[in-house]
């Protein structure tokens, strides 16, 4: 307890000197250096790295004078996770063999259909197949119960006809589908899916939405099988108002080997005491997750370590939270401010749907939340692009920060493509404002070179690349937007329907 009060003391004090200064490059770099070292390993969540990360976060937080708002008076709280990854499957397809009769097999080509099981095994013979359309199943069609489901991904289109794979493919589970084989189009890169299809593929414990078979096929595979049942497949995958779902007369036997791993992950939660708490709270939050190790070392270069650092993506947001929740402390606001390190946002903003689904606080206490992702990447004097903006009445007071701190803001739709990929998303989800506010979505250029260049790969590390004069003006952008949301003298707030804490 002694201790605890020491380290609120003394952050305390080391905050209220860093109050008044201004974050520079040099505050941001420290932190980045650190969390894109070799020695965190690319930042994977149940690993050393992870480790090391989360601590990092924790003991900056708590030195920038954060109370730890974790499970149980902790920093952290657990998010668990399941990992499957395919290891060895074969299907068999057999065409005409109703009424007991042998049918004749339709040879596929094995590498052109992946396949991976909910269990670490599944054998079944004899599942019945199906073709399954856009449109609703609709009376008197074929049920798909203890079949085997043929399912186009269905490029998006526009008028929002075609509801998402994810949804249509829950439904099918819902209505009893044994497996569902996702249907390229013609136009889809087979090495594409291929590549992220054998990946490993997470999902939060307690919200796994899959079948006990799933797979992947391309189109030249599923044109051959078609043809076989007289049907064209061109034909069939661009009805998009009529077909629901059809026999296609073939028989599958299938069997998989999945190997199936639970872990442990955490998300790092702190927060800075407003004095009326009941007037809501201030919401910043970015994911410390990177690819840890993700490729083969080469012996011969030494550039080419293996390990995906994550400079940029996102060893630089946490830094900028890091100085932000410096700035911020001990700044007398009204309400709380939180800061949140998600994990697993690389695969699928899985902590941060955590964080929705588990809030320490009620979620609707959050008058607005800012995510930090990718900010180190234009020069100071580049305008702000505001991802989220036209979606919230919080717009007008967003602008009303950027005119005081003289920014100004992108209003092209161009960060719009931005909004789904980013952790704020899951708040939109939920109704909460979440915004993410950075100039490096606003220099276009830099952007495009960075995301066909070292994103997701090796060489996003710390090097001269890295540019944090825009990153440095954005996380003074960031203290701005954090002075002004917690202080109910700038934004009130809209009028609580039945307040009261918690
Ligand atoms: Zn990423």
Redesign the pocket.
Known sequence: MRLIAVLIISGLFFSEAAHSQSIGESDLLGHIEILASDAFEGREPGTIGENKTVNYIATAWSAAGLLPAGEKGSWYTPVSLVERTSETYRIKFTYGSEGGSEGKAVRIQQDEIILRSRSSAFRQSGMPLVFAGYAERGQGEPSVAGKLVLLPRAPLDDSGRVPDFRDRKQRLIQDGAVGVIAVLDESDRWTRFQRSFQRASTSLVGAENHAELEGVISFDQFEKMMLKSGLDAETLLADRDNLSVIDLSFKADARAETQVRSYRSHNVIGRIPGSDPNSGAVLFLG?WD??GICRVEDPLDPDKDGICN?AV??ASGISLLIETAKRLSGGGQDRDIYFLATTA??KGLLGARAFVDNAPVALEKFVVVFNA??VALADDGTMIAVVGLGKSELDSDIAVVAAQEGRKIDRSDKADAYLKRQDGYVFWERDIPAYMISSAFADEERLKVFLDGP??DVSDEVNDALVLTGAAADANFHVALGRYFSSTGTYPGIAPSGSGDN
Do not use: A, K, R, V
Request: charged share 35%; glycine share 8%; net charge negative.
């Open positions: 994911h990177h690819f994550g993506d996102n946002e690389e992702d990718t994103y997701h």
